[in-house]
């Protein structure tokens, strides 16, 4: 599965379609919205991420892609943990408070849910996570990227995680790229290596991806969802396979006994 990801981010498991409109005009209709926010005081303007260096370009892009850091197409902000003197709700609320042991799988599980009350709420309710946002894992877990399901839509946000808020790019595409292994190699890098490694807001926003032009992001999905179910139904028949031989096995042994 692994390899199927990094080819995909590295554009070599769809064609390319000369048609499609480049990776280039999609950042720039990025740029251009975020001048837009900033105009409209909805974004606090930032200091530029620095030019992207030849080294950090990992491999050579198919034709109509783009290197980017993350924080160009995105905006990554933090969680908070629980104000002193708060403690998890004993009862079942209307407020959940994700934490990092509720993502796994690229995905949020709702085993052993935290609830807030209401006052708590409050108090931190400007980190909230919303479905249209990535999560990421950054601390603990390192580097763990998921969807956030409906269920968890304006849910509170644990200090151990993070909000990716981005731009015009396919959501799924976005997730399984930054799953990727060179993407995962960056973020290890990355990491401060204390008692507690944690990785730090401004360099998951230094992070490089590559960016294909947002129909072939789509297309690239479409394979990828293919093959990957592919690889569980080949599991699912090595799995048999082994059970089968194991009970043949049994059975040889259990009638040698006999």
């Known amino acids: ?4 990801l990094q080819l995909a981010v590295m554009g070599k ?7 499609d409109e480049p990776a ?3 950042l720039k209709k990025i740029e251009a919205e975020k001048k837009k926010l900033i105009a409209e ?3 606090k303007k930032k200091k530029p991420l620095p ?4 080294e950090e370009k990992l491999f050579e892009l198919p034709e109509g892609w783009e290197w980017s850091r993350l924080g160009f197409i995105s905006e990554i902000k933090g969680g908070k943990r629980l104000p002193k003197g708060h403690s998890f709700s004993p009862y079942e609320t209307p407020y959940i408070y994700i934490q990092v042991t509720n993502m796994k799988n690229g995905t949020i599980i709702d085993n052993d849910i935290k609830y807030i009350t209401e006052q708590t709420k409050r108090e931190i309710s400007n980190y909230i996570i919303s479905k249209d946002d990535l999560y990421i894992t950054i601390a603990g877990t390192i580097g763990g990227v ?3 399901p409906k269920y968890f839509d304006g849910m509170n946000l644990t200090e151990n995680a993070a909000k990716i808020c981005f731009y015009q790019v396919d959501k799924e595409w976005l997730q399984k ?3 990727a292994k060179y993407i995962q190699e960056q973020f290890t890098e990355k990491t401060n290596q204390l008692a507690q490694p944690k990785l730090a807001l401004h360099r998951i926003a230094s992070s490089c991806l590559a960016v294909p032009p947002l129909e072939e992001q789509f297309r690239i999905i479409a394979k990828v969802d293919e093959l990957m179910s592919l690889c569980d139904q080949l599991k699912e028949r090595i799995i048999a396979t082994q059970e089968l031989k194991v009970k043949l096995a049994d059975a040889v042994v259990a009638g040698a006994v006999i």
């Open 1 to 4: 599965k692994q390899t199927i």
């Open 13 to 19: 498991l769809v064609p390319q379609n000369p048609n």
């Open 24 to 26: 280039s005009e999609l």
């Open 41 to 43: 005081g909805k974004l």
């Open 51 to 54: 030019e992207i260096t030849e």
């Open 146 to 148: 998921g969807i956030v």
């Open 177 to 179: 790229t930054l799953s």
